[in-house]
Structure formats: structure tokens, C-alpha cells
């Protein structure tokens, strides 16, 4: 099983970027994927997750309005829609495969595997 991430790069605040994570050894069309981030001293933090069905989704406080994830009916593919982007947004970005879909207000779901980071830098 092999997450791919893409997308990651330098980007003014106020700027845009996507992310993009393919996956491939299995079928995970019906399987909740999502992305973390990571500073580095911090511990990761769930960003954004999304059900198997593409239809429920969750959003850390912090990036609620401003980021979008979706994936495409029946791609193992999740895109992470980044706009208006700030400074604390900087981290390395991991994609990862949930063992469960969760929405409450801090939700710190399972992951059953992990993609490589792709690093966004925000500068101000």
C-alpha cells in the first residue's frame, strides 16, 4: 500500500495551493481518507477528513471556510483545497487512510496507513 502525496510548495499568505493524494496497492474507494499536519515540536493535527462516500466531511476549527477536501466517485484520490492561505498554516502535510470517519470538534481518528509529508510553506 503506497500513499502518494503531491502538491506541497511556497505560497504567499493570502495565496492557494492543492494537495493531492493518490493511493495505490488496494482499493480504498470506500474508505475514510484525510490529511494531517505537523510542526515541528507540535503533535500531528487532523486538518480534514472525508467519508467513504465523499459526502460527510470534517474540518479542524482553524481551516474551516478556507480549505476544502474532496475526492472524486470512485478514485482513490483525496484533494486538499487550499485557500486564503496564513503563515501558521506551514507544515508538513500527510494524507492518510482513516480506520474511521469522525466529526466531532477535535477529532483525533485512527489512521490505518500513512502517506508521505508534502511541505507547504506560507510566507508572510
Known amino acids: 500500500v503506497q500513499l502518494q502525496a503531491s502538491g506541497g510548495g511556497l505560497v504567499q499568505a493570502g495565496g492557494s495551493l492543492k494537495l493531492a493524494c493518490a493511493a495505490s496497492?488496494?482499493?480504498?474507494?470506500?474508505?475514510?481518507m484525510g490529511w494531517f499536519r505537523q510542526v515541528p515540536g507540535k503533535e500531528r493535527e487532523f486538518v480534514a477528513g472525508?467519508?467513504?462516500?465523499?459526502?460527510?466531511?470534517y474540518y479542524h476549527h482553524s481551516v474551516k471556510g478556507r480549505f476544502t477536501i474532496s475526492r472524486h466517485k470512485g478514485e482513490d484520490t483525496v484533494y486538499l483545497q487550499m485557500n486564503s492561505l496564513k503563515p501558521e498554516d506551514t507544515a508538513v502535510y500527510y494524507c492518510?487512510?482513516?480506520?474511521?470517519?469522525?466529526?466531532?470538534?477535535?477529532?483525533?481518528?485512527?489512521?490505518?496507513?500513512w502517506g508521505q509529508g508534502t511541505l507547504v510553506t506560507v510566507s508572510s
Open positions: 472525508i467519508n467513504g462516500g465523499g459526502i460527510y466531511t
Open positions: 496497492g488496494r482499493t480504498f474507494t470506500y474508505s475514510p
Open positions: 492518510a487512510v482513516l480506520n474511521y470517519f469522525c466529526s466531532v470538534a477535535d477529532c483525533r481518528p485512527p489512521v490505518d496507513y
